[in-house]
């Protein structure tokens, strides 16, 4: 079946720290992968996406590359931000199962000036 | 503008009650959805509708009823709401199963 794992939480950076919040999956067929941030008390957004194997979605100074050797898509930031504090949701996409989304359980990230 | 709203953003009832939960969404999309996020943060599908139709219904209890009267609404109705049900409900929308999802800001539900 599909699932996705991420490393657990909470994580607590000081400001500038670099970034790297792990994430694997499990899948029948071929998925697209996502980031999605949460900030505080408002919804889901989709942070970047990757839809084919070494394909690196970035946004915001945010990178995640699509490994299927290892069945990876770890989010990576050089420099956060105290603006970056959010839950932070890997998650994939499979065609196979009619594009239905599977979210890990997110990651709480807290930037500390 | 706001693509995906839900009303209310909180909501705090005894058990046993009947409430609703209203989704809109003004991007035209052809799929919604919603989800409920536990206290672990943990998403997990509960229903998906396409142009009206269901067409997922993850063993949700029959408590839980989506409503969806044209293609813009997708309202969730939970009758007889117990302590279990206390989570964040969140309303997603999706122009095709294929493309990104749109959520709204969530629904805080807590049952007392």
């Known amino acids: 079946g599909n699932s996705v794992t991420q490393m657990e939480g909470p994580v607590t950076l000081s400001e500038e720290a670099f970034l790297t919040i792990n994430c694997t999956y499990t899948?029948?067929?071929?998925?697209?992968l996502f980031w999605y941030v949460q900030y505080p008390g408002e919804g889901l957004q989709l942070l970047l996406k990757a839809t084919k194997a070494d394909d690196k979605g970035s946004n915001k100074g945010f990178e995640a590359t699509y490994r299927k050797e290892t069945t990876s898509f770890h989010l990576e930031k050089g420099s956060v931000q105290v603006s970056d504090s959010a839950v932070y949701f890997c998650?994939?996409?499979?065609?196979?199962?009619?594009?239905?989304?599977?979210f890990g359980t997110g990651t709480s990230l807290t930037v500390i000036p | 503008d706001t693509a995906v709203s839900q009303t209310p953003k909180y909501l705090v009832t005894q058990m046993g009650n009947d409430k609703s939960i209203k989704c809109e969404q003004n991007?035209?999309?052809?799929?919604m959805y919603w989800y409920k996020q536990d206290s672990k943060k943990f998403l997990k599908i509960m229903f998906s509708?396409?142009?009206?139709?269901?067409?997922i219904n993850e063993t949700v209890p029959n408590r839980f009823s989506p409503k969806s009267p044209d293609k813009a609404h997708l309202n969730l109705h939970i009758n007889s709401l117990e302590l279990g049900d206390s989570a964040v409900y969140f309303c997603?929308?999706?122009?095709?199963?294929?493309?990104?999802?749109?959520f709204g800001q969530g629904t805080r539900l807590t049952v007392v």
């Open positions: 899948a029948t067929g071929y998925p697209s």
């Open positions: 991007l035209g999309h052809d799929t």
């Open positions: 997603a929308s999706r122009l095709t199963p294929a493309t990104e999802a749109f």
């Open positions: 509708y396409n142009n009206k139709e269901l067409i």
């Open positions: 998650a994939l996409r499979d065609y196979n199962t009619g594009n239905q989304f599977y």
